[in-house]
T-cell receptor
Framework: AQSVTQLGSHVSVSEGALVLLRCNYSSSVPPYLFWYVQYPNQGLQLLLKYTTGATLVKGINGFEAEFKKSETSFHLTKPSAHMSDAAEYFCAVSLPLPGGGNKLTFGTGTQLKVEL | GAVVSQHPSRVICKSGTSVKIECRSLDFQATTMFWYRQFPKQSLMLMATSNEGSKATYEQGVEKDKFLINHASLTLSTLTVTSAHPEDSSFYIC?????????????FGPGTRLTVL
């Protein structure tokens, strides 16, 4: 079984401030981890992913996340928030399926608000 | 590359009618497509997984006779909501997995907003 917990359904930061969105996971096997962003009435866009290798992963738009196995965490950060970062962010964990492929399980999402 | 489209983007229908939503992978072949449902301000819930040429696998609690999924080709999957009711109003999002993609990455469509009156 696998699950994802995103702490904080709403996060508000000032423009230029550090963004930190928290994600903890549980998985019975080594996980693949993802962060997606969703703008209003749109689908999901992949920000970054961790599969294997380096635990610090850099994504688009200046975001990065660090896989910490000991803490079962995959928190998303950005040094300096921009107004355009305001959106809904979803953390997801991927579990391989017996017949191949994978199944994504999403967290409940965190709404990021960026204020002037 | 890896663009997924959905049609229509918005649809309004009367209760009792059926609605078909198309999901297309525009520039790649998708062996597997996924259908999700998202209620306002909530997360995505996987409804079903469809593999080209075979029957879809539905998640627990999803009525397969109500949500008909057809994956007729490597670039097209359709979701038909039969006898729609107001409680079926939601945002439906599909995703497609590349035939030869690495890390089983899924590419998401822009979503379809269904409103049942």
């Amino acid at each position: 079984a696998q699950s994802v917990t995103q702490l904080g359904s709403h996060v508000s930061v000032s423009e230029g401030a550090l963004v930190l969105l928290r994600c903890n996971y549980s998985s019975s096997v080594p996980p693949y981890l993802f962060w997606y962003v969703q703008y209003p009435n749109q689908g999901l866009q992949l920000l970054l992913k961790y599969t294997t290798g380096a635990t610090l992963v850099k994504g688009i738009n200046g975001f990065e996340a660090e896989f910490k196995k000991s803490e079962t965490s995959f928190h998303l950060t950005k040094p300096s928030a921009h107004m355009s970062d305001a959106a809904e962010y979803f953390c997801a964990v991927s579990l391989p399926l017996p017949g191949g492929g994978n199944k994504l399980t999403f967290g409940t999402g965190t709404q990021l608000k960026v204020e002037l | 590359g890896a663009v997924v489209s959905q049609h229509p983007s918005r649809v309004i229908c009367k209760s009792g009618t059926s609605v078909k939503i198309e999901c297309r992978s525009l520039d790649f072949q998708a062996t597997t497509m996924f259908w999700y449902r998202q209620f306002p301000k909530q997360s995505l819930m996987l409804m079903a997984t469809s593999n080209e040429g075979s029957k879809a696998t539905y998640e627990q609690g999803v009525e397969k006779d109500k949500f008909l999924i057809n994956h007729a080709s490597l670039t097209l999957s359709t979701l038909t909501v039969t006898s729609a009711h107001p409680e079926d109003s939601s945002f439906y999002i599909c995703s497609a997995r590349k035939r030869s993609g690495l890390y089983n990455e899924q590419f998401f469509g822009p979503g379809t907003r269904l409103t049942v009156l």
